[in-house]
């Protein structure tokens, strides 16, 4: 089995491709839930996604708006970078029909980050608004087909990995840890000869 997540990636993956994104939250449930070990919180929004030529979508139309689902946190990474694993890892999951699309951002230890705080503090009347800043102004991405990290594991999923990583605190990281937990990343799966693309937004 190679098309399972998450993978090792490599930050000068030499392809590029033009894309479109934009996320918009019109509504963000304002409950933080524990699912599958992470702490998970549901959305409703869109997110505009470039998806001509793209497996699964519709290959007349130039983009495709996908069903923002909900957003949630992996510590440590799942993914790893050059072999280099993150403190935390955030996954924001929309749907079009079939398909899955997970972008996700590696956070690196560094200065304070107001999203994560916000998240910390339970107020989450900021976090839609620091949430689409963040995949709105992010614009390059390393994009591979892999899985669900969860059960059942689904495979086919559109992965988009921000190049750029977001800081946090030493002290952030180790209060999401006391309030949400850690530990609950799989471990790194067989890349096998799938193709990794930097894809530019
Ligand atoms: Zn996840």
């Known amino acids: 089995m190679s098309g399972q997540s998450p993978i090792d990636l490599d930050a000068r993956y030499p392809s590029q491709t033009t894309g479109n994104l934009k996320l918009n939250i019109t509504d963000i449930v304002r409950e933080r839930k524990i699912v599958n070990d992470a702490l998970q919180i549901d959305c409703e929004g869109t ?3 470039r998806t001509r030529g793209m497996e699964g979508f519709d290959k007349e139309a130039e983009t495709s708006e996908l069903q923002f689902q909900q957003f949630h946190f992996h510590s440590p990474s799942e993914h790893t970078l050059n072999g280099k694993r993150y403190p935390l890892e955030m996954h924001l999951v929309s749907t079009w029909k079939d398909e899955i699309v997970v972008i996700a951002f ?7 980050n107001r999203f994560i705080q916000a998240l910390l503090d339970g107020d989450l009347v900021e976090i839609d608004h620091e949430l689409e800043k963040k995949v709105n102004t992010q614009h390059k991405y390393l994009y591979y087909i892999g899985s669900l990290t969860t059960p059942p594991y689904t495979e086919g999923v559109h992965w988009l990995v921000s190049a750029r990583q977001p800081q946090l605190s030493k002290e952030q990281i180790e ?3 006391e309030v949400f937990g850690w530990g609950n990343f799989r471990e790194l799966q067989d890349k096998g000869n799938r193709e990794v693309r930097q ?3």
């Open 47 to 49: 997110l505009i996604f």
């Open 175 to 177: 209060s999401f840890r």
């Open 199 to 201: 894809l530019i937004v």
């Open 106 to 112: 590696l956070f690196s230890e560094g200065v304070k």
